[in-house]
Nanobody, 124 residues
């Protein structure tokens, strides 16, 4: 199994950038597709981005496309979410997640492992 720990959240001004990291422990990480979800206060947890096991394929929510970039380095057991041109609407708790399959997915139920989340706050 895999344990996921997010870091890099914090307070940033609108238009700024932030990079989230997800450190994974486990021997099968390289075979897992990975993703990021977020949840704002009073709202449902929503899909943000996903990356296939090899890193060759990525998917993004329309709301972040062109601004966010997901990447991974299996040798380092790490997944990143680079967030540029941040908006106040991006304020949420961001969760790292993984699934025991190579391909990307959009639904929460498709993922098997979750981190505890890291808070991102974007001020206007």
């Amino acid at each position: 199994q895999v344990q996921l720990v997010e870091s890099g959240g914090g307070l940033v001004q609108a238009g700024g950038s932030l990079r989230l990291s997800c450190a994974a422990s486990g021997r099968t990480f390289s075979s897992y597709a990975m993703g990021w979800f977020r949840q704002a206060p009073g709202k449902e947890r929503e899909f943000v981005a996903a990356i296939s096991w090899s890193g060759a394929s990525t998917d993004y929510a329309d709301s972040v496309k062109g601004r966010f970039t997901i990447s991974r380095d299996n040798a380092k057991n790490t997944v990143w979410l680079q967030m540029n041109s941040l908006k106040p609407e991006d304020t949420a708790v961001y969760y790292c997640t993984g699934r025991r399959y190579s391909g990307t997915a959009y639904l929460r139920s498709s993922y098997d492992y979750w981190g505890q989340g890291t808070q991102v706050t974007v001020s206007s």
